[in-house]
């Protein structure tokens, strides 16, 4: 079974990861979110779920106005020509759904399948902002914590320039 929002902010404690969470109206797209941008502090993501043509599963996590080439992230990480995972693979791998992407889910990705490549300006943000594994939350944490959270589930995150030249 996929984890809960709550036990997320359980292994957060557990780290010692400071969080808050802000509910709101489910979320699906970054131009949805645009309305609350004020009123959660911190740097708003997007997340891409990317697979290429070897099947290999990429997680992209930029800030949400930055736009992504996914051509150059391709080169730039050497993966083989990528293109935006499936929902059944999404739920097999991540367990979670369209609309709630988030570097959070990797706690369900027990066969550590996935790569995950975090934009090189993300990592300049002091706090980010992610779904709490569903879509109708946003949850803060420091981008550091973001990190350590990633790196002690077994990751070693890739940290580029996801957008164009």
């Known amino acids: ?58 997680l992209a996590v930029l800030p949400a106005d930055k736009r992504a080439d996914i051509g150059q992230l391709a080169k730039r990480v050497g993966a083989a020509r990528l293109s935006f995972g499936k929902p059944d693979l999404l739920l097999d791998i991540l367990g979670i759904t369209p609309g709630s992407v988030t570097p959070f889910a990797l706690i369900n990705d027990t066969a550590r399948r996935v790569r995950v490549v975090l934009d090189c300006d993300l990592m300049q943000s002091e706090t980010v902002n992610f779904h709490p594994l569903h879509n109708a939350a946003s949850t803060t944490i420091r981008t550091a914590d973001l990190a350590r959270f990633i790196t002690t589930l077994g990751y070693a995150p890739v940290t580029v320039d996801c957008g164009g030249l």
């Open 1 to 58: 079974m996929p984890a809960t929002p709550d036990q997320l902010f359980a292994y957060f404690d557990e780290l010692g990861i400071p969080h808050a969470t802000v509910t709101h109206p489910p979320l699906f797209t970054v131009e949805d979110g645009r309305d609350w941008h004020d009123k959660i502090p911190g740097l708003h993501c997007k997340n891409l779920f990317l697979k290429d043509k070897k099947d290999v599963i990429w």
